[in-house]
């Protein structure tokens, strides 16, 4: 595993960056907003600092709905998409990362009934073998993040997507708090993370690492993302399956307001990493 979260950077200068995550124990960054195709030399630039300092580009981020309904709209963040696409390409990061959207018009990642269709899978799988066929990547993977509002929410349908893509570029982004969408998965989360790594741990990628408590005091569900370890999420059990994992998968920290908040949830990935019979060697941790 090679941990890494926000290290709170303001400028574009690829040693300083790098040098920030070592002195947070880090061995994987998220491609920064600076970072352009428009500028080659400064890709490249930025591939060969990071790589000397041993950090993992783990993720180019590419969050938009590419299947928004309005098609212009749609179109215009598929080929966002695949800009991004070709930029994770030329960084050799682990992937480019997306959510498969939502016909829900008034957010980009909201919850609509359509999103559990058989014509939206159709689509969705469709939209991944344009993006993927376009750039053809042979260094990195498109993924998208299990989500709590549509299809993409267990192991099995991810297989099932992914066999409908049928790409070697497609990969497996996997955030096991978003699959939490009901009590009693939630309540037994220990079997469904074994479950989740036995049926995806040769797709994966790359992770995110947070936690989520369930609020109940209220009538209807509801999660809240709470500071890692402090939640119900069964750390123990997931480090475990982690740790049968190549040792050079990033698992990203996130959602975090401060820096002060990153170091207390990187210390508590780091309790339960070692609870788990992993150590730090380099910039990995492994069995």
Known sequence: MRLGGNVFYQGNSAKEYAQLHVKKGFGAALCPDWISLDRPAEVREFKDVMQSY????????????????DKKEAEEK???MIKRLELAEELEACTCVNILG???IGTWF???GACYSERFFEEAVAVSQRIIDAVRPVKTKLSFEMMPYHFLDSPQEYLRFLKA???EAAGVHLDICNTMNHPRRFYNNGEF???TFGLLKDKIVTM???????RTDELTVMFDEVLLGTGGMDYP????EIAKLPADIPAMLEHLETEEEYDKAAEAVIRFAEGAGMKKEGSCWKV
Do not use: S
Not at 237 to 240: A, C, K, R
């Open 54 to 69: 041993d950090i993992r580009i783990a993720e180019v981020g590419a969050w938009c709905n590419p299947l928004h309904p």
């Open 78 to 80: 598929i080929q966002f």
């Open 102 to 104: 939502t016909k829900q």
């Open 110 to 112: 909201g919850a609509d």
């Open 165 to 167: 893509v049928d790409r």
């Open 193 to 195: 993370i074994r479950e």
């Open 208 to 214: 995110h690492l947070k936690d989520i408590a369930l």
């Open 237 to 240: 059990v997931l480090m475990e």
